[in-house]
């Protein structure tokens, strides 16, 4: 009894084992975007081969500096506060968003100057002059910000403050010029995997053309290498308003189970309020804004959200996605074109505005200044140092024209989220 007892129990380990290594094999054997095995599944054709199709292995690249994966999903675009502007041009609406990547901060000073500093080298002097942010935008008639004019975008001080004063063109020609500077870091990342690993002997003409390979990609413009290498950095960009609400609103942390959410939200953090509601910290605000007319932080020795202007990125508490200052401190351009009736009319997937499109702007008088709408207006959102809190929802939006700068407005860059985050 004891022996046959033993067997059985011989018996069902012998078949979880083989149940564990088949399970294991059929891991291995399932192709991926990254592993796709040595033949295509579809044909059985060998890849790599004299005439096959070239899949060179790969290994995910990180994503590109200072980037948070934002987890795609559902969400109520359109303002939760009451059209006070009486607008009606942010109605609340379902969409979807794809995943996405967003800059943790906005792009500071620090941050422009390098790309000024590399336009000064490498471009003319008619567009480094065209990159420079407007500095006078500081300058008022009626306060003493002369200062801020000459200091604020150069002195070390200021380093890590938001840089404004930038127009939406200049944004998206610094989008550009980020998207060649990192995709120059990855192909030396790329040539230097591609070359063979220490102690692995080759041939000496496959190691002369593996070298002459590495060096090839190392060297080579981003433009020159095919996206198939994955090599090739996708193009860093402003987000769209909708990508912008969501990223700002997080509802990620709301959730409590499936897919109910504990509650709505106003701002980038729970309740109604600008204050933190306990803790160490109770009672501090949560955002750099205008509190009232005239008050801009507070007293001194109690200046509760520390900052008059701008403040340093980072020095507000971060919302549920890990994203700094996505209310307050500067408000921030988005991709989309204004229109008023944008949130009725965008599709419900990946919503975006294009200018030229469907309601064009011949439909407005704006010869006749009964209008302002055209394809010149771009969406900026978030709120600022200078605006009270009503603005730092991020279903609010508002415009300014695309080649305008302020005091007020900056941005950071997003990029699209390429095959699995695994």
């Known amino acids: 009894m004891i022996c046959m007892h033993k067997m059985g129990i011989r018996s069902i380990a012998l078949i979880l084992i083989v149940l564990l290594a088949a399970t294991s094999c059929s891991k291995k054997k399932r192709p991926t975007s990254l592993k796709p095995g040595k033949t295509s599944s579809k044909t059985g054709l060998a890849y790599n081969g004299k005439d096959g199709y070239k899949v060179k292995q790969y290994k995910a690249l990180p994503a590109g500096p200072d980037l948070v994966y934002i987890e795609g999903g559902r969400f109520t675009m359109g303002s939760l506060e009451e059209d006070v502007m009486n607008r009606r041009d942010n109605p609340k609406r379902t969409v979807s968003i794809q995943s996405f990547y967003m800059d943790q901060t906005e792009v500071a000073n620090v941050h422009y100057l390098e790309y000024l500093n590399a336009v000064q080298k490498d471009s003319s002097e008619e567009f480094y ?8 935008v500081w300058f008022n008639e009626l306060s003493f910000n002369d200062s801020y004019v ?23 020609d ?47 413009e981003p433009a020159k290498l095919g996206i198939e290498s994955g090599y090739v950095m996708p193009p860093y960009r402003l987000p769209t308003e909708a990508e912008f609400e969501y990223a700002a609103i997080a509802m ?51 200046s509760n959200d520390g900052a008059i202007i701008t403040q340093e990125i980072r020095s507000y508490p971060a919302n549920d996605n ?40 011949k439909n407005y008088d704006n010869k006749n200044g009964n209008s302002l709408v055209n394809d010149n207006l771009r969406v900026y959102k978030g709120g600022s140092w200078s605006d009270v809190a009503y603005w730092l929802s991020p279903g609010t939006r508002r415009y300014m024209d695309q080649d305008s700068a302020t005091a007020m407005v900056g941005f950071r860059c997003a990029m699209i989220a390429t095959g699995s985050r695994k």
């Open 150 to 172: 000459t200091m604020y975008l150069r002195h070390p001080g200021f380093r890590l403050y938001p840089v404004v004063g930038v127009s939406w063109v200049q944004a998206n």
């Open 252 to 302: 990620i942390g709301t959730q409590y189970a499936d897919e109910n959410q504990s509650n709505q939200r106003i701002y980038p953090w729970d309740g109604s309020t600008m204050r933190q509601p306990r803790g160490r910290k109770q009672g501090t605000m949560l955002a750099n804004f205008k509190r009232g007319p005239g008050d801009y932080a507070g007293i001194a020795g109690r």
């Open 322 to 361: 890990g994203l700094y200052d996505m209310a307050g401190n500067v408000s921030e351009w988005v991709y989309d074109v204004y229109r008023p009736l944008s949130n009725n009319d965008v599709n419900d997937l990946n919503s975006f505005r294009r200018d030229g499109y469907q309601d064009e702007a």
């Open 129 to 136: 002059s065209k990159a420079l942010p407007d500095t006078a």
């Open 174 to 220: 610094y989008c550009a010029w980020r998207t060649d500077a990192v995709s120059k870091s990855n192909n030396a990342a790329g040539a230097k995997a591609g070359q063979p690993k220490k102690g692995f002997s080759i041939g000496k003409k496959k190691k002369a053309a593996a070298a002459a390979e590495a060096e090839a990609v190392a060297s080579s």
